[in-house]
């Protein structure tokens, strides 16, 4: 990695940011709903990405086009998961939840070979692909009368879909078109706040009986492991490239699991922690591409890439 230390404490804020975002929908079901939740969520978010947009000289584009696909990235990357999770952690552990969330590369990747985007079908990755799957179907245990077969880890599920839905749009249709990071960051939380609060009227008016447990932890979801969290992975996706800054997608389910035991005394079980890591070796497995050829330098490229920018 190229930046040392630093990359890596980044990568372990990253990976601390997102992975105790499971632990904060649990904490923050005890006063609200899971509507309210993503709807606080979202604007907290986004008020954190676009002071950081602004305030670095970035403006969001006006595009049209962009902005409509913008709304679909939202639409599956926030508005849907997030709900999803909080809905599902009202019935299993949030540790549980950051484990099936580990699956979705699994899915995307699955996604990509179904619409042909994805045409490096070696064996070592559709094996990964079906270890993973298998990993997943081990957490669930289906064959055993308190496996986790429950709506809940269906819900879960369900929004580690939707996150692969969005990564594979972003993908086709968002990547390469020359808007800056942080600003698309931006896009998308501001269009998830949108979706989010067309919804609220009809679906998120429920008793609120917040405390300040269940505030701080929204509080702390929204600004931390929503809006913060999306620039620093940008940041380490611009210093270290995809590849490495991927690397924290290893760790999120980790620090899931140990966060839901330690602070909310939640069991791991056996099965959990044998399905989780045949997940994460069927990620890795998925994520082997073919290495390009390195390209012959000439004295003149040797040069200019000594020379200061």
Same mark, same amino acid.
Not at 2 to 19: C, F, H
Not at 249 to 265: D, K, M, N, R, W
């Given at each position: 990695?190229?930046?040392?230390?630093?990359?890596?404490?980044?990568?372990?804020?990253?990976?601390?940011?997102?992975?105790?975002?499971?632990?904060?929908?649990?904490?923050?079901?005890?006063?609200?709903?899971?509507?309210?939740?993503?709807?606080?969520?979202?604007?907290? @978010?986004?008020?954190?990405?676009?002071?950081?947009?602004?305030?670095?000289?970035?403006?969001?584009?006006?595009?049209?086009?962009?902005?409509?696909?913008?709304?679909?990235?939202?639409?599956?990357?926030?508005?849907?998961?997030?709900?999803?999770?909080?809905?599902?952690?009202?019935?299993? =552990?949030?540790?549980?939840?950051?484990?099936?969330?580990?699956?979705?590369?699994?899915?995307?990747?699955?996604?990509?070979?179904?619409?042909?985007?994805?045409? =490096?079908?070696?064996? #070592?990755?559709?094996?990964?692909?079906?270890?993973?799957?298998?990993?997943?179907?081990?957490?669930?245990? +289906?064959?055993?009368?308190?496996?986790?077969?429950?709506?809940?880890?269906?819900?879960?599920?369900?929004?580690?879909?939707?996150?692969?839905?969005?990564?594979?749009?972003?993908?086709?249709?968002?990547?390469?078109?020359?808007?800056?990071?942080?600003?698309?960051?931006?896009?998308?939380?501001?269009?998830?706040?949108?979706?989010?609060?067309?919804?609220? +009227?009809?679906?998120?008016?429920?008793?609120?009986?917040?405390?300040?447990?269940?505030?701080?932890?929204?509080?702390?979801?929204?600004?931390?492991?929503? @809006?913060?969290?999306?620039?620093?992975?940008?940041?380490?996706?611009? =210093?270290?490239?995809?590849?490495?800054?991927?690397?924290? @997608?290893?760790?999120?389910?980790?620090?899931?699991?140990?966060?839901?035991?330690?602070?909310?005394?939640?069991?791991?079980?056996?099965?959990?922690?044998?399905?989780?890591?045949?997940?994460?070796?069927? #990620?890795?497995?998925?994520?082997?591409?073919?290495?390009?050829?390195?390209?012959?330098?000439?004295?003149? =490229?040797?040069?200019?890439?000594?020379?200061?920018?």
């Amino acid at each position: 990695m190229r930046g040392g230390s630093g990359t890596v404490v980044r990568m372990g804020l990253l990976a601390l940011m997102w992975g105790s975002s499971f632990l904060w929908i649990k904490m923050a079901l005890g006063g609200f709903s899971p509507i309210q939740i993503t709807a606080i969520r979202t604007v907290l @978010g986004a008020v954190v990405l676009l002071v950081l947009c602004y305030s670095s000289g970035q403006r969001m584009p006006r595009g049209r086009r962009l902005w409509l696909d913008m709304v679909i990235v939202a639409l599956f990357g926030n508005a849907v998961p997030f709900t999803l999770f909080a809905m599902s952690e009202r019935s299993i =552990d949030s540790g549980l939840a950051g484990v099936l969330n580990a699956t979705t590369p699994l899915w995307a990747t699955a996604i990509g070979i179904a619409i042909r985007t994805e045409r =490096d079908l070696r064996f #070592v990755r559709v094996g990964g692909l079906l270890l993973g799957f298998a990993g997943t179907v081990v957490i669930f245990a +289906p064959w055993e009368a308190g496996g986790f077969a429950s709506w809940g880890a269906l819900l879960s599920l369900l929004a580690a879909i939707s996150y692969a839905i969005s990564f594979t749009y972003i993908g086709k249709r968002i990547s390469g078109r020359g808007v800056a990071p942080t600003a698309l960051s931006a896009m998308q939380l501001t269009s998830a706040v949108g979706l989010t609060w067309v919804v609220v +009227p009809f679906a998120g008016i429920e008793a609120v009986h917040p405390s300040w447990p269940s505030i701080i932890a929204v509080t702390l979801l929204g600004v931390f492991s929503t @809006g913060f969290a999306f620039a620093l992975n940008h940041r380490l996706i611009a =210093d270290e490239g995809a590849t490495n800054a991927s690397v924290t @997608g290893y760790l999120l389910p980790i620090v899931s699991v140990l966060l839901g035991a330690i602070t909310l005394h939640e069991p791991i079980t056996l099965r959990v922690l044998a399905g989780m890591v045949v997940v994460l070796i069927g #990620v890795g497995m998925t994520r082997l591409h073919r290495r390009a050829p390195s390209p012959v330098l000439t004295d003149e =490229d040797a040069a200019a890439a000594t020379r200061p920018a």
